[in-house]
């Protein structure tokens, strides 16, 4: 006898597999098949074993072979320029699931680029009540930058966000900086999410510019006369500067129990000073190190130059030295 109790037998008539139970003869077993005990004859049985081999061979060559993460070809893309679609502001909301649907927690803020330009840039957010936020940093072409998270509640309390945009590579032909205010509504605010839940859209964006500026041309007005010559530098203690520093710490040595305001008020007197010197003396040129901050010194001094006859423009863009805390001053006799 080659079967013993035990043993995994397939039935040859039926195709099922059953398992020995008792030997009851030479020629003659029971078999139990899914709980059923039956008598057969051993020539109608034999070991699953080439059935189990037969079937795993017949499934490994059906089977398609793994493929791994790896092995696989990265789609090639080729990304079409779409000159014209601009840079928005797109503000994504984070919804409270536990409550309603449409009860929106905060919002995602992202800076997007369609644009074919890379550009640096400079985010400011100046609220009311709370401590301003800025950004700096370079924006790729055809991509967008996290920026930001904003508590729906304290978007009433944003007066306004701001942005200076440059080129990361200069052309001559184009403009030097892109300063770029943007003040929204209440009313616009919530038309904006009104629009998106009815357009089952996920976010909702602002434009900002579609194209970026070309440089506009300067008027020429000649010289007069008289003061085409050279003038003499003014004469003082301390010598005329082209860059003038305005952190308080390269002003005064020691700014313990100063309040801001008296910190803004030493900057400013330090500025008209050296500003002054530099007209006197008929510079051509000045820079001005602001710091970024929250852009209040920067916007106290742009505010300045904008009521000086000799400024003939000033920039804030973006300086290999002085990033984006910098303005720089064209003066004109």
């Given at each position: 006898?080659?079967?013993?109790?035990?043993?995994?037998?397939l039935?040859?008539?039926?195709?099922?597999?059953?398992e020995?139970v008792?030997i009851m003869?030479d020629?003659?077993?029971?078999?139990?098949?899914?709980?059923?005990?039956?008598?057969?004859?051993t020539d109608q049985i034999d070991?699953?074993?080439?059935?189990?081999?037969?079937?795993?061979s017949?499934?490994k060559q059906?089977?398609?072979?793994?493929?791994?993460i790896?092995?696989?070809?990265?789609e090639?893309?080729?990304?079409?320029p779409?000159?014209?679609?601009?840079?928005?502001?797109?503000?994504?909301p984070?919804?409270?699931?536990?409550?309603?649907?449409?009860?929106?927690?905060h919002?995602?803020?992202y800076l997007?680029?369609?644009?074919?330009?890379?550009?640096?840039?400079?985010?400011n957010v100046?609220?009311?009540?709370?401590?301003?936020?800025?950004?700096?940093?370079t924006?790729?072409?055809?991509?967008?930058?996290?920026?930001h998270?904003?508590?729906?509640?304290?978007l009433?309390?944003?007066v306004?966000?701001?942005?200076?945009?440059?080129?990361?590579?200069?052309?001559?032909s184009?403009?030097?900086?892109l300063?770029?205010?943007?003040?929204?509504?209440?009313?616009?605010l919530?038309?904006?999410?009104?629009e998106?839940?009815?357009?089952?859209?996920?976010?909702?964006?602002?434009?900002l510019?579609?194209?970026?500026?070309?440089?506009?041309?300067?008027?020429?007005?000649?010289?007069p006369?008289?003061i085409?010559?050279?003038?003499?530098?003014?004469k003082?203690?301390?010598?005329?500067?082209?860059?003038?520093?305005?952190h308080i710490?390269?002003?005064?040595?020691?700014?313990s129990?100063l309040?801001n305001?008296?910190?803004?008020?030493i900057?400013?007197n330090?500025?008209?000073?050296?500003?002054?010197?530099?007209?006197?003396?008929?510079?051509?040129?000045?820079i001005?190190?602001?710091?970024?901050?929250?852009?209040?010194?920067?916007?106290?001094?742009h505010?300045?130059?904008?009521?000086?006859s000799?400024?003939?423009?000033?920039t804030n863009?973006?300086?290999p030295?002085f990033?984006?805390?910098a303005?720089?001053?064209?003066?004109q006799y």
């Open positions: 006898m080659k079967y013993s109790v035990g043993d995994k037998v039935l040859l008539h039926s195709n099922e597999t059953g020995i008792e003869s020629d003659l077993v029971m078999v139990n098949v899914d709980g059923i005990e039956f008598p057969v004859f070991f699953p074993y080439f059935k189990m081999f037969s079937e795993a017949k499934k059906q089977e398609p072979p793994k493929v791994y790896d092995q696989i070809k990265a090639k893309f080729r990304q079409t779409a000159e014209g679609k601009g840079v928005q502001l797109l503000f994504f984070v919804y409270d699931t536990a409550l309603y649907e449409d009860d929106i927690l919002f995602k803020v997007a680029n369609q644009n074919a330009e890379e550009y640096y840039f400079e985010y100046i609220s009311r009540d709370k401590d301003d936020f800025s950004v700096t940093n924006i790729q072409k055809f991509s967008d930058f996290y920026l998270n904003i508590q729906m509640e304290d009433n309390d944003i306004k966000f701001h942005f200076l945009f440059s080129l990361t590579s200069p052309d001559p184009k403009a030097p900086a300063e770029l205010p943007l003040k929204i509504k209440p009313r616009t919530f038309q904006k999410i009104d998106m839940h009815l357009e089952n859209r996920p976010s909702f964006s602002f434009d510019f579609n194209k970026y500026p070309e440089r506009e041309l300067e008027p020429y007005f000649p010289l006369e008289k085409k010559g050279i003038r003499p530098l003014v003082t203690s301390d010598p005329v500067r082209s860059v003038i520093d305005l710490e390269k002003i005064i040595d020691n700014k129990g309040s305001f008296e910190i803004l008020q900057q400013l330090y500025f008209e000073k050296y500003y002054q010197m530099a007209v006197k003396a008929m510079q051509p040129k000045l001005v190190i602001h710091g970024v901050g929250s852009g209040k010194l920067r916007q106290e001094i505010e300045r130059l904008k009521t000086k000799e400024v003939k423009s000033f863009q973006y300086h030295n990033g984006f805390g303005t720089e001053i064209y003066l």
